[in-house]
């Protein structure tokens, strides 16, 4: 079992910077693929980013590529989303999400686990 807890959200002006957390439990995280997808107010969730267990290797959205970093940090159980030139369209809940050993079935939202969620909101 692991649970994830996300942090980080708030409210910037556009091109402003936030960085979400996601904590996770459990002693196996070095072998989870981890992600983040969002969903915005009448829409359907989305992916986002991720970045792979093995090999820390990262996939983006188009929308946010060469704007959002993945990281992650293994010995604290932690993956980071660095966002940066943040745009209205960015606003939405923010999910982190763990699938074990599975990288690509992260990024078609075939997950183990999810986040509850933080609120990231981008005023123009």
């Known amino acids: 079992q692991v649970h994830l807890v996300e942090s980080g959200g708030g409210l910037v002006q556009a091109g402003g910077s936030l960085r979400l957390s996601c904590a996770a439990s459990?002693?196996?995280?070095?072998?989870?693929?981890m992600g983040w997808f969002r969903q915005a107010p009448g829409k359907e969730r989305e992916f986002v980013a991720a970045?792979?267990?093995?090999?820390?290797?990262?996939y983006y959205a188009d929308s946010v590529k060469g704007r959002f970093t993945a990281s992650r940090d293994n010995a604290k159980n932690t993956v980071y989303l660095q966002m940066n030139s943040l745009k209205p369209a960015d606003t939405a809940t923010y999910y982190c999400?763990?699938?074990?050993?599975?990288?690509?079935?992260?990024?078609?939202?075939?997950?183990?686990?999810w986040g509850q969620g933080t609120q990231v909101t981008v005023s123009s």
């Open positions: 999400a763990a699938t074990y050993k599975n990288y690509y079935g992260l990024m078609k939202g075939r997950c183990d686990y």
């Open positions: 459990g002693r196996t995280f070095s072998s989870y693929a």
């Open positions: 970045i792979n267990w093995g090999d820390i290797s990262t």
